[in-house]
């Protein structure tokens, strides 16, 4: 069974960190592009980072550029989104994507759909 299973979610103080890890289970991420998106309550999921599985290459939404790095570790079969600097409207439920690196375009676009999903893990940033 091929799974995506998120962890590292959190309550956070405004400026803090979090790193989030996207862990695959069945099957290899390195045969695919990974992306990370959230969803706040009332509002629609959008795509905070990517990573290709070709070269590596990044892309970042503006709202989290400089301060959200997106890295892979093959040997852990996971990907991290490291965020810093963390701000009340990063609130939210993150979620983890896979596609097949032949089905990523660069910048978060993919061909057809991201196939595989993780549960989703929650982001708190309060004082």
């Known amino acids: 069974q091929l799974q995506l299973v998120e962890s590292g979610g959190g309550l956070v103080q405004p400026g803090g960190s979090l790193r989030l890890s996207c862990a695959g289970s069945?099957?290899?991420?390195?045969?695919?592009?990974i992306g990370w998106f959230r969803q706040a309550p009332g509002k629609e999921r959008e795509g905070v980072s990517c990573?290709?599985?070709?070269?590596?290459?990044?892309h970042y939404a503006d709202s989290v550029k400089g301060r959200f790095t997106i890295s892979r570790d093959s040997a852990k079969n996971t990907v991290y989104l490291q965020m810093n600097s963390l701000k009340p409207e990063d609130t939210a439920v993150y979620y983890c994507?896979?596609?097949?690196?032949?089905?990523?375009?660069?910048?978060?676009?993919?061909?057809?759909?991201?196939?595989?999903w993780g549960q989703g893990t929650q982001v708190t940033v309060s004082s």
């Open positions: 990573i290709s599985n070709s070269d590596d290459s990044t």
């Open positions: 069945g099957f290899t991420l390195d045969y695919y592009a």
């Open positions: 994507a896979a596609v097949p690196g032949g089905h990523y375009y660069g910048d978060c676009r993919v061909r057809y759909a991201w196939n595989y």
